[in-house]
């Protein structure tokens, strides 16, 4: 997911992006659900992009692939590192054939280290990260994140580092490689385990849905299910506790720093889940609004999207596949004043634009014949 969720991305920023696929399309054009080659998954991080075919087995492909780089802005590429240079399309030769040329890689370990050449998944990178051992319930087993956390966060630094390196050519005239991984991205994303950790208090253990630096920020047990607060600091812990008739803990020994309160953080949320186990999620919800403590319900993914917020925030949009139909995605989260971003356009059939992209690229149409016959392009 990581390339292609990264490229989505700067195509609903209104980049042309060209996805290049083998003869038998992308894997996840197979996943389940999958109708007449295409499959919802893959839309889901493939809209808004051309998809042209390319054999990059055969040595008219990889010609084709670099004669498209030498007028791209932008490579992404996800492959295990040293494919690509076994291609003969690694970055020093494609960025001596343009200088400008951002490269970008997203591997599971990076491009260097013992662990180089292993292949990520993120099942794998939250595991080797640390993720999986601070997820989930104390006494139960190791956890994985239910969203793929590290396919998405590399994703998301190729994205920030692409960005940072338009941005520097602008003065410098010259593009450069970005290089980062899953593995890495689930150690980034680790701020606050890692900082128990470096800080000397120990090595992080799973605390469920509490939170190692404050406390009470959790989920709490109410007549009909659970809740979450954050009353993470002083001043809302002392209203939160009013509010439910303890008053008294704000001077409780235990409880009245918050240091002390993350260090008996199990204590507290006893205390507090013997009060509001006596009412309903709705109930404490309307009174912790009132009361100005940041709190709000568990929702499935269907009462998520479906929620007034959601909507008014345009996070579901219709787009229109000719062989799935009528499909929900995901909006964009990012709202800019002067260049909205347009999460509308769906991905690609397998091969739709190859001709109209090398036809772009100056292609004669004979030539594009010839590839076609040789199984090159298609």
């Known amino acids: 997911m990581a390339g292609p969720y990264c490229a989505m991305l700067l195509a609903d920023m209104g980049a042309q992006v060209i996805k290049v696929e ?88 990076g491009q260097t280290g013992p662990f ?12 080797m990260s640390g993720i999986m051992s601070v997820t989930g319930e104390p006494e139960g087993p190791p956890v994985k994140a239910g969203v793929p956390l590290t396919d998405l966060g590399a994703g998301l630094f190729a ?19 970005i290089d980062t991984s899953l593995f890495e991205a689930g150690l980034a994303l680790s701020v606050w385990e890692a900082t128990e950790y470096f800080s000397g208090r120990g090595i992080p253990q799973r605390l469920g849905s509490a939170h190692r630096m404050v406390a009470p920020y959790q989920a709490f047990r109410c007549a009909d299910g659970y809740i979450n607060v954050g009353a993470a600091n002083d001043r809302t812990f002392a209203r939160f506790a009013g509010l439910l008739g303890h008053a008294d803990w704000t001077s409780d020994e235990r409880f009245r720093s918050a240091t002390a309160r993350v260090a008996n953080r199990d204590a507290l949320a006893g205390l507090i889940e013997a009060v509001t ?31 007034p917020q959601a909507a008014a925030r345009e996070m ?38 190859t001709d109209e992209v090398l036809a772009a690229a100056g292609f004669s149409q004979d ?6 016959a040789a199984g090159a392009a298609r």
């Not at 004669?67 to 690694?90: H, K, Q, T």
């Not at 050519?169 to 490689?177: D, K, L, N």
């Not at 186990?277 to 269907?302: F, K, M, N």
């Not at 030539?367 to 076609?372: D, F, G, P, T, V």
């Open 22 to 109: 083998p003869p038998d399309g992308d894997s996840t054009r197979a996943m389940a659900g999958a109708r007449g080659g295409d499959s919802a998954a893959f839309g889901a991080v493939n809209r808004g992009k051309l998809g042209v075919v390319l054999d990059l087995a055969q040595e008219a492909g990889r010609e084709v692939f670099t004669r498209l780089a030498r007028s791209s802005d932008v490579l992404i590429e996800n492959f295990r590192p040293g494919v690509m240079a076994r291609l003969g399309l690694d970055y020093p030769r494609l960025s001596a054939e343009n200088p400008r040329l951002i490269y970008a890689s997203i591997s599971g370990f």
């Open 116 to 127: 180089a050449s292993k292949g990520g998944f993120d099942l794998v990178a939250q595991g």
């Open 159 to 177: 994205l920030a580092g692409i960005l940072a390196a338009l941005h520097w050519r602008h003065t410098s005239g010259r593009g450069q490689h």
């Open 277 to 307: 186990c006596t009412e309903s999620r709705a109930t404490w919800l309307a009174r912790l609004d009132q009361a100005g403590v940041p709190c709000g319900p568990i929702l499935d993914y269907a009462e998520a999207f479906a929620h």
């Open 316 to 353: 579901s949009v219709s787009v229109d596949h000719p062989i799935l139909g009528p499909m929900r995605a995901i909006g964009t989260p990012l709202k800019l004043s002067a260049t909205p971003l347009d999460p509308h356009r769906r991905a690609p059939m397998l091969g739709e634009h």
């Open 367 to 372: 030539e594009i014949e010839q590839l076609r």
